[in-house]
């Protein structure tokens, strides 16, 4: 008898979870649904606060606590992040979302941080983390190209500050200094052919 009833009490508790869990769930494929809407409407506060409220609900709190940061949660606010220009926040989201196991996600998170570190001029690591995105997807047109992009940014950069490029700078200077055209004084009339 009180068998049947540790086995009743254990099934209501794991259905309850079950139940807790779905709506979580649900909850989260619907606030990512209305999240693409807003973004493309261009209300990028509303779907900040969407999020927040999001997270301040009691079915994600449980959930947050069984599991860490959900990653599309984490891409999500990175992007808002970056649409609303606070690269710091930005990057720390992408990669939060960098550690999920959906390659597309991982790829994406990657690629957009690796967005943020070239907007800072760090040629060489936004080198390494379009590498990191083309050796999940080596078909990927756009890091294949910002990859080339930053090899070649790191380049100049590096030949900017070179012996070579300062010679080449001074010898410029100094044919500045060299007076042309009407300054010298000359005598006799000057010869125009017509």
């Known amino acids: 008898m009180l068998g049947k009833k540790f086995v009743k009490l254990f099934l209501l508790i794991l259905a309850c979870f079950l139940m807790l869990f779905g709506y979580g769930y649900y909850k989260k494929c619907i606030t990512t649904a209305r999240l693409d809407e807003k973004i493309k409407m261009g209300r990028y506060q509303d779907a900040l606060s969407m999020i927040q409220q999001l997270q301040n609900s009691l079915t994600f709190i449980v959930m947050e606590k069984l599991e860490k940061e959900d990653p599309v949660i984490a891409y999500n606010k990175g992007i808002l992040y ?7 926040k930005a990057s720390a989201e992408y990669r939060k979302a960098m550690e999920t196991n959906d390659p597309v996600l991982k790829a994406r ?3 957009n941080n690796a967005n943020i570190i070239a907007s800072d001029m760090d040629f060489s690591t936004a080198a390494i983390q379009y590498a990191e995105v083309l050796k999940i997807d080596a078909n990927d047109f ?28 001074d010898r410029i200077e100094a044919l500045k200094l060299i007076p042309w055209g009407t300054k010298y004084k000359y005598s006799g009339e000057q010869k125009i052919r017509w």
């Open 82 to 88: 970056t649409l609303t220009e606070n690269r710091k």
């Open 109 to 111: 998170a990657i690629y």
């Open 142 to 169: 756009q890091a294949k190209k910002n990859l080339e992009r930053m090899r070649l940014g790191e380049q100049q950069f590096n030949t900017m500050f070179s012996p070579e490029q300062q010679e080449r700078e």
